[in-house]
């Protein structure tokens, strides 16, 4: 007797591995001095917020220009996480979350082989009236570094360099989206220094995606493969 084969549809299929990310909002104005400050981490795909992810497989990180690092709290906002923490003085603080999506071994056509998923988001707030050029690299695995970061206005460029393992990834698509066109997100190669740069086109909320895969970071009768995502978000664009 002939079997029948399985049939999957896109909601077997686990949001993460949908192409779904993590990403950091908050209101996009300059937060005044010695106030805390609320980010919204949101998971959707394309600034289409959806869920809130597990707060147990949420790491959460605050520098400060000076390089202080600050205690930041993760908590539940509905349908999404809030990250919380308050700074000493003014100036640029970057917020960086690692969400670690785990092991997944799906059945589903295409997909078969256990994958280790890991996602990585960061955003820059300015406190106060910020004055110092600082280091805005985190040293996460994947990592959008903006270069010569700046209040932007609708027609700049912002030149993004992409990061893996701390080198240079070339030949990567960085992909910008911001409210209106996330059907449609602008794709932009990276060159032989990692660095792609993108015209704001638009006012409002952006954000910026970039994925990579590398077999090579395999784990022995474990995972076959590591599955990164990185979003880097600027929230006011002028």
Known sequence: ????????????????????????????????????????????????????????KVKSIVFDTRGKEYDSYVGSGGDHLLVRFTPEHEGYHTLGVEYNGGILNLPHPGLEGAKY??????????????????????????????????????????????????????????????????????????DNYGRAAVKLEADGKWMFKVMHRDPEKSAQDRYDEKVMTATFTVMDVR
């Not at 399985?6 to 937060?31: A, F, K, L, M, T």
């Not at 695995?141 to 992409?162: C, F, H, S, T, W």
């Not at 990061?163 to 449609?184: M, S």
């Open 117 to 190: 998923y890991q996602q990585y988001t960061k955003t820059i707030i300015p406190v106060g009236r910020p004055r110092e050029e600082y280091d805005l690299t985190l040293g996460h695995e994947l990592e959008i570094v903006p270069m010569d970061y700046r209040q932007y206005n609708a027609g700049d460029d912002i030149i993004l360099k992409i990061l893996y393992d701390g080198r240079a990834l070339a030949g990567a698509t960085v992909y910008a989206i911001y409210v209106g066109n996330e059907d449609c997100p602008i794709e932009v190669q990276t």
């Open 1 to 56: 007797m002939e079997q029948k084969r399985q049939i999957y549809s896109d909601e077997d299929i686990p949001d993460i591995v949908r192409g779904h990310e993590v990403w950091i909002e908050y209101d996009g104005h300059s937060i005044p001095h010695g106030e805390g400050v609320e980010c919204k981490l949101c998971f959707g795909h394309n600034m289409k917020s959806e869920r809130a992810v597990e707060i147990e």
